[in-house]
């Protein structure tokens, strides 16, 4: 299963972004092979809609768990149309390693 | 107390009408914090972009602007174009005219533009680009009550929304990092695309009214506004005195719509005495009567943010 | 003429000079008022107009008619503003991103998006005191984009010959300040000689001198601050048309809803005057 984390930078260790639609990197995890990848943040640069812009490069990456801090309406509204669902960060989650073992272990918050 | 990583909670303070004292309160606030034997570390938002003036009070030393790019805008090569007009047929915002230096080729008004884009497809040339802006600086700065985030907006730029934003966030992560209980936020009047920037996702607002008509007719709006991104509210009253009818009839309306009002403010030519000094009132006057007002909503409202961590 | 009175800093008096100023030229002239500080517009307050008519101010959003699209991305792809997004075979549209621009429906290759009023505010219309026609301009609580209701509300009437429009403009020196603007012959610039009102006066004055606007100020509060305003306006050569000395009372009338020129009769004059100055700086330049 694909997840989709926001980061502050593009690595495991990094800290998560508890921004959703302007965080810098997305790092995408998959939890069958354990493999991941970093992408910059398409919603990042932009002057407006960047929780739309963020979204659908996530819809487009087919993911099927999208973590981060918070979401807006915009962003809300596309993941539920794609049935991506939306996981957020615990108070105790720092890194993007932290993140995915706190999906693992279902203890980020809906 | 908050537990370690627990997010810092966020206070806006908002009016509808402008010039009824956010500034000054704001600036008051981030002394009598400071103030006290073990100040709570606490980060400061200027989200006024385009009329910023907690920095004059608050006067930051080392200023290191950092570039707030915004959205782009369109612009014609006039080498390229053969005047033919697809570009000012599609225009929505009359922004497309006969250069004004050689009307022989278009050109676009970067004052008129809105940056949507639809004459760049249009042009059957390719002779329109889509061209970055900076639209103003932002800054991290150090004051003698606490770290400030504040941009400038160029004159006339749009995306405040954005730049509010940006330095709301950078706010927040700064407060995390240095485990900050607290992010108070100087809101822009109004009701608009900034001001919706600044109220997203804060725990508080507070509401600077004056008594007058116009002060409750924007306090309604303001409410509103807070109320349908549900930030819970209170009021205080600035400059009580000038007009006690208009006083009483905040009082009432606040009763009626149950929201909780926490101060009244004297009229005090002390406040903008310690304006021109560039110094917050508590500071330069301490015992004025708006000084101690504006401790007791202070105090109030710290109360009322710390009630709410539970 | 058409003048705006705008200020920069919020709470200077702008609409004190400008509703005072419409009532002083309401003998002379055919006078029409038009309340572009759409977020909290108070003119009403004071001119008090009976409203006659009221419009909603729309945005043209996109709607796709699905069962012809195609899915083929376009329209998400040419939208600057990410106000379209693309699930599968569904296109998404964010209203309050919309900028109403008509991008996604010239590039529909298909030619499946026809486009919907999406109402964002109101535009009202009627007559107040001393026979002023009376324009507002409303945003709707939680809607992001002032500008086009300011727009709208402009074109609602030509600028005509013996007609003086004035523009009361929102606060602050961004984007709506600037649709204000837009096509005026004269700036009104209300201010307080404080640092706030100051600084606030400077980005007015960048702007007005980006888009070739003549102005002068009016220095409300005169007596409460210090003078660098004065300092700088003489550096900017802008000049100063009216005082309006600090006075409490008068303070307390305005908050009553009272205007100017009711409290203080002698104003009415005054205004005229500083009307008079601006025709002769309007006619100046044009010459």
């Known amino acids: 299963m694909k997840l989709i984390i926001s980061a502050q930078n593009p690595s495991l260790e990094a800290q998560v972004d508890r921004r959703f639609g302007r965080c810098m990197w997305l790092v995408l995890f998959d939890t069958e092979t354990n493999q991941w990848e970093a992408f910059q943040n398409p919603g990042a640069s932009q002057s407006g809609g960047a929780g739309v812009a963020a979204a659908q490069f996530i819809v487009d990456q087919k993911a099927k768990v999208v973590v981060s801090g918070d979401f807006g309406p915009n962003a809300s509204r596309a993941f539920q149309a794609a049935k991506i669902e939306m996981r957020r960060f615990t108070d105790s989650t720092t890194t993007v390693q932290e993140a995915v073992d706190h999906f693992i272990q279902d203890k980020l918050l809906k | 107390m908050s537990t370690q990583n627990s997010r810092a909670k966020q206070l806006i303070i908002l ?67 053969i005047n033919c007009g697809a570009c000012s047929a599609v225009c929505r915002y009359d922004a497309i005219f006969p250069d004004p230096k050689n009307d022989q080729v278009q050109w676009i008004d970067p004052i008129a533009c809105d940056g949507c884009a639809a004459c760049v497809y249009a042009c059957p040339e390719g002779a329109i680009s889509m061209v970055r802006q900076q639209e103003g600086n932002w800054f991290q700065s150090n004051t003698p009550y606490g770290t400030l985030f504040h941009a400038e907006l160029f004159p006339g730029r749009e995306n405040s929304g954005k730049l509010v934003t940006l330095i709301k966030q950078q706010a927040r992560l700064y407060a995390e990092d240095i485990q900050s209980q607290c992010v108070v936020i100087d809101g822009p009047p109004g009701i608009g695309c900034p001001v919706i920037s600044a109220c997203a996702g804060t725990d508080l607002g507070l509401i600077v009214t004056e008594p007058s008509l116009m002060g409750l007719h924007d306090l309604k709006r303001v409410l509103g506004t807070l109320r349908h991104f549900h930030v819970p509210s209170v009021i205080c009253i600035n400059k009580a005195d000038i007009y006690p009818e208009g006083t009483r009839a905040i009082r009432e309306y606040a009763a009626a719509e149950g929201i909780e009002l926490i101060g009244e403010i004297p009229y005090d030519e002390k406040v903008p005495r310690a304006m021109i000094e560039g110094k917050p009132v508590t500071v330069l006057f301490p015992d004025s009567f708006a000084a101690k007002a504006i401790q007791e909503v202070w105090h109030k409202t710290t109360s009322l943010l710390q009630l709410q961590e539970d | 003429m058409q003048i705006a009175v705008a200020s920069g800093k919020g709470g200077t008096g702008k609409t004190t000079i400008a509703t005072s100023l419409a009532l002083s030229l309401a003998s002379l002239a055919k006078v029409r008022y038009f309340d572009c500080d759409v977020e909290a517009p108070n003119g009403h307050l004071f001119l008090k107009p009976e409203f006659s008519e009221s419009t909603p101010a729309v945005i043209r959003i996109p709607q796709i008619q699905t069962e012809k699209c195609t899915a083929c991305g376009r329209c998400v792809e040419v939208c600057e503003f990410h106000a379209l997004a693309q699930v599968g075979k569904n296109i998404l549209v964010f209203p309050q991103l919309c900028h109403g621009c008509g991008s996604c429906t010239w590039n529909c290759p298909e030619n499946v998006i026809v486009e919907v009023p999406n109402p964002i505010g109101t535009l009202e219309r009627g007559m107040a005191l001393e026979n002023i026609e009376f324009f507002r301009g409303l945003l709707t609580i939680s809607e992001p984009m002032p500008t086009p209701i300011i727009r709208q509300l402009k074109k609602r009437v030509h600028p005509q010959p013996n007609t003086i429009n004035i523009y009361d403009a929102p606060p ?116």
């Open chain 2, 15 to 81: 009016s509808g009408k402008g010039g009824t004292g956010k500034t000054s309160i704001s600036a008051a606030f981030a002394h009598l914090n400071a103030d006290q034997e073990e100040p709570r570390p606490m980060v400061f938002v200027d989200a006024d972009v385009d009329a910023a003036n907690l920095s004059l009070v608050l006067q930051p030393g080392n200023l290191d602007p950092k570039e707030f790019w915004g959205g782009s805008l369109a612009e014609i090569d006039p080498e390229k174009c």
């Open chain 3, 172 to 287: 602050g020196a961004s984007c709506s300040v600037v649709e204000t603007l837009r096509g005026v012959d004269f700036a009104l610039l209300v201010t307080e000689p404080t640092p706030f009102g100051l600084h606030d006066l400077k980005q007015m004055l960048g702007i007005l001198s980006d888009m070739n606007i003549p102005s002068g100020v009016v220095i409300n509060r005169d007596g409460i601050g210090d003078d660098s305003l004065e300092e700088t306006l003489r550096e900017f050569n802008i000049p100063v048309l009216l005082r309006v000395p600090f006075d409490r009372a008068l303070a307390e009338n305005l908050a009553s809803g009272r205007t100017l020129v009711d409290v203080y009769p002698e104003y009415r004059n005054a205004l005229r005057d500083l009307y008079q100055q601006i025709t002769e700086i309007v006619g100046g330049k044009t010459k």
